[in-house]
């Protein structure tokens, strides 16, 4: 069975801080998501992305698929960014009914 | 441009009520689905459906019904709401089913439904 086991669980930081976020699976995978969930609104799919390095803005997001790791970085912190990160994988094997399982998501809180 | 609309966006239901979780997507998506979010627990998958007039189950279906009569519209049902189904509920649409890596995934803003 895949596991998606995201670290930490909760992170809080003060702003300007440089952010990671990890992300480790057990099977391999065609693809990873990264998405972004703000306290009492919806989800956002940030990053899609199955080898190398992406990056958005102050977002940056690299995947090693030998590793099987994933990482999500954001560089220079705002309190804006404070929101539930969730890792999402594709595995190669088909995963769940839609091909997906979500990590238990990542808590970060940046403080002014 | 509405994306993925879900209503209500709260809801508080007495144990053995029922009621349907409304989905409507305006982008022409062919797949669509319904997850819960649990405290500790990832999204997990409710029911789905790859286009009008086809759903299967996911990994959680117990308690839950679907339907989908037209490309827009995918209403979540409980028949006979239990505690147990206390949870965020998060509607979710993509262009294809297959490959998700490719289309990506456009997301409701979520039901916060309280069975007490």
């Known amino acids: 069975k895949n596991e998606v086991e995201q670290s930490p669980q909760n992170l809080t930081a003060q702003e300007g801080e440089f952010i990671t976020i990890n992300c480790s699976y057990s099977v391999g995978i065609s693809a990873l998501h990264w998405l972004q969930q703000h306290p009492g609104g919806g989800i956002v799919s940030l990053f899609m992305l199955s080898s190398g390095k992406k990056k958005h803005g102050r977002l940056i997001a690299t995947i090693n698929i030998q590793e099987k790791h994933s990482s999500l970085h954001i560089t220079a912190s705002h309190p804006r960014d404070s929101a539930v990160y969730i890792c999402a994988v594709i595995p190669n094997s088909g995963g769940g009914a839609d091909g997906l399982t979500f990590g238990k998501g990542t808590h970060l809180i940046i403080q002014p | 441009n509405a994306g993925v609309t879900q209503t209500p966006k709260f809801q508080v239901l007495k144990t053995g009520q029922s009621m349907t979780l409304q989905c409507a997507q305006d982008?022409?998506?062919?797949?669509m689905s319904w997850y819960r979010q649990d405290p500790g627990m990832g999204l997990r998958l409710i029911h789905y459906s790859v286009g009008a007039g086809i759903t299967d189950q996911g990994e959680v279906p117990n308690g839950y019904n679907v339907s989908r009569s037209t490309t827009e519209d995918f209403p979540l049902r409980l028949l006979s709401a239990a505690p147990s189904q206390t949870s965020v509920y998060f509607c979710?649409?993509?262009?294809?089913?297959?490959?998700?890596?490719?289309?990506?995934?456009?997301f409701g803003s979520g039901t916060r439904l309280t069975v007490v």
């Open positions: 982008m022409n998506h062919e797949y």
């Open positions: 979710a649409s993509s262009k294809q089913s297959r490959p998700i890596y490719y289309y990506g995934y456009t």
